[in-house]
């Protein structure tokens, strides 16, 4: 990885700390790497550096160089849940989706690292014979991120079938295993602490047919083929559903369907989904999602809550 001898002027990195860093983590990382090719909305600034390690050993390498120098980090999965700011990330990005190991356990419990894909798990299990994370046809992202959101559909969520979850705090390098009970998930989120960084899971599923997981995965994958926007940049529902409700109805009702900011608009197929038509800024996007939260608290006096997190400096 060739080093710039000239660091960009927002960066935290010295020169010297980006060659201690391609060391640490035997060249599993980049420097000033824009994150809007790491988001699926396609939004972001640059990294000072994304760092990629393929091990837990490199993780802590990485976490543990980082917490001797004063340097900030912060944990990414696949993305997909990001809306990350214009003026990027100060300090290192840690992206956990270079940990792929996947094996099974027993006959019903399965060890999972943070990068696998939910796809890649959920063909796991089928291939398997276990039921259990057919929630997850159609969810794009890595199991670590979907711990943390505790992703999931009308079929389930990663809650459903957690026992224990391993992270690395950012505090010492330390490892911490926790069981699912102490990682208080709850409905789009997890308690797990925000200064540790999920490496690895275990699940317990059950026996069940490979016909009957496909039929489940198919309709669901059906129904959302039919609801979701195609060929636009995205991530996924931007606000949680409040209690009893859905955001989409309210911002639907609120006649905010299509309403543009610069590449970003509300998208005509599914309000909750604030899309990247191309170009948008991550300051087009968040004045629409300031827009349509104010309309929608003005008209139906619900604020709502962000389920997409935001990251970087403007
Ligand atoms: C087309 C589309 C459809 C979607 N549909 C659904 C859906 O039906 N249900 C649903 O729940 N979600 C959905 N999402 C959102 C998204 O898929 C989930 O939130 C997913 O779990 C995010 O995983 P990720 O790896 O991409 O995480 P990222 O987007 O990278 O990160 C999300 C959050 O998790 C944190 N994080 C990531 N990895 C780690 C880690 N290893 N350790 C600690 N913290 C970490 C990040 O800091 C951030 O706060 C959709 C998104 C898209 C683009």
Known sequence: MPIQAQTPSRSVLSHTDRAELVDRLDGQVRFDEPMSRRTTLRIGGPADALCLPTSIAALRAAVEWCTGQGIAMIAVGSGSNLLVRDGGVRGVVIATRNLRDLEKLDDRRIRV?????????????????????????????????????????????????????????????????????????????????????????????????RADIEADVRALRLRRLAREPKKVSNAGSIFKNPPGDYAGRLIEECGLKGTRIGGAECSPAHANWLVNTGGASAGDMLALIELVRTRVAQNCAITLELEVKVIGED
């Open 113 to 209: 690292q943070a990068g696998v894909s939910t796809g890649k798990l959920l063909s796991a299990a089928t291939r398997w014979q276990l039921g259990g994370v057919e929630f997850l046809g159609g969810v794009p992202g890595s199991v670590g991120g979907g711990m943390r959101m505790n992703a999931g559909t009308y079929l389930g969520e990663f809650k459903d079938v957690t026992t224990q979850v391993t992270t690395v705090r950012m505090d010492d390098g330390d490892i911490v295993i926790r069981p699912a009970s102490e990682c208080g998930f709850a409905y789009r989120e997890s308690a797990i602490p925000r200064r540790e960084i999920v490496v690895e899971a275990e699940l317990a599923l059950h026996a069940r047919p």
